[in-house]
Nanobody, 115 residues
């Protein structure tokens, strides 16, 4: 499974940004996709997940971020609104194989929120 993330960049506080992640390869058994982020000096943390059963968000982004999936294009999106400087991080796309339980990671895309 290959994941290609895009959409990062510089945005002012209060602004919006959409990240996209396109999956390719052996994606038939992928049952979960999501976004994680890692700020400088911090551990990687969950941002949002999406499965056939629904979505899950970190408390810090609830009400501001929305994850969605386009199954026809094998793409997952993360719409980020009301961005804060503390949202600054490298955002990583993730997918999980429901058979092997292997996790796959994209290359990361930098999001910088200026105050």
């Amino acid at each position: 499974v290959q994941l290609q993330a895009s959409g990062g960049g510089l945005v002012q506080a209060g602004g919006s940004r959409e990240l996209s992640c396109a999956a390719s390869g052996s994606i038939f058994n992928i049952n979960q996709m999501g976004w994680y982020r890692q700020a400088p000096g911090k551990q990687r943390e969950l941002v949002a997940l999406i499965t056939s059963g629904g979505t899950n968000y970190a408390d810090s982004v609830k009400g501001r971020f929305t994850i969605s999936r386009d199954n026809t294009k094998n793409t997952v999106h993360l719409q980020m609104n009301s961005l804060k400087p503390e949202d600054t991080a490298v955002y990583y796309c993730n997918s999980r194989d429901g058979i092997t339980w292997l996790n796959y990671w994209g290359q990361g895309t930098q999001v910088t929120v200026s105050s």
